[in-house]
């Protein structure tokens, strides 16, 4: 059973457009949500992450916006770049003394075309 | 940072070998690492959970036997592979989450591709 639900699995967008990916979760204990950047051949970087008392945090061109009681995150790319393109994925993690796994998403492919 | 080695980046090698991977922290204690497989295309499936001086933590389906995990100190862990077959064939990637402070990311090796003739 997938514990976390993440959309749209791919996403084409012109250079300077928004990327916009979405996640899902059921799991009330989740308290910790981060969103990593894989390259083909590389392993997943840290991108962004939030945790559920804050609607929204912003890095650079990169924001989490968080929906509690929809329990959803979404993850905005802003002003999107070719260098961009890659698989994203959204994960979600219990409270600390609950888990330490990470439940991560099923990834979306994102092509950003000059 | 946060700095996740992993070792070798890739390995070819005859079905029946056995093959090691190294994950190393280079930059801050690891009480857990993680280990996952990847298959195109496709999302991190999580393998065992390993923390340190205790036994692996296997998820359900992955053989313990076959996929042999010891986390020695704070800083290493390896998969051993054992008496690989071409079905072993995949992208395996370690993480490690830092000790102490709660609600930390895991940080990813840079994987290592395992392909068995």
């Known amino acids: ?33 981060p969103w990593y950047q894989q390259f083909p051949g590389k392993g997943p970087a840290l991108l962004i992450a939030i945790r559920p008392d804050v609607s929204e945090k912003k890095e650079g061109r990169f924001t989490i916006s968080f929906n509690k009681s929809a329990k959803q995150f979404s993850l905005h790319i802003m002003d999107s770049q070719p260098g961009d393109s890659a698989t994203y994925f959204c994960a979600a993690s219990p409270a600390p ?15 950003v075309i000059p | 940072g946060a700095v996740v ?15 090691k991977i190294e994950c190393r922290s280079l930059d801050f204690q690891a009480t857990t690492m993680f280990w996952y497989r990847q298959f195109p295309k496709q999302s991190l499936m999580l393998m065992a959970t390993s923390n340190e001086g205790s036994k692996a933590t296997y998820e ?7 996929f042999l995990i010891n986390h020695a100190s704070l800083t290493l862990s390896t998969l051993t592979v054992t008496s ?20 930390q990311p895991q940080h990813f090796g840079d994987g290592t591709r395992l392909s068995i003739l």
């Open chain 2, 5 to 19: 080695s992993q070792h070798p980046s890739r390995v070819i090698c005859k079905s029946g070998t056995s093959v």
């Open chain 2, 60 to 66: 359900q389906g992955v053989e313990k036997d076959k």
């Open chain 1, 97 to 111: 003394g609950t888990g330490n796994q990470f439940y991560f998403g099923t990834g979306t492919s994102l092509t």
């Open chain 1, 1 to 33: 059973q997938q514990q976390v639900k993440q959309s749209p699995q791919s996403l084409i967008v012109q250079k300077g457009g928004i990327s916009i990916i979405n996640c899902a979760y059921e799991n009330t204990a989740f308290d910790y949500f």
């Open chain 2, 84 to 103: 690989a077959h071409p079905e072993d064939s995949s992208f395996y990637i370690c993480s490690a989450k830092k000790q102490g402070a709660p609600n």
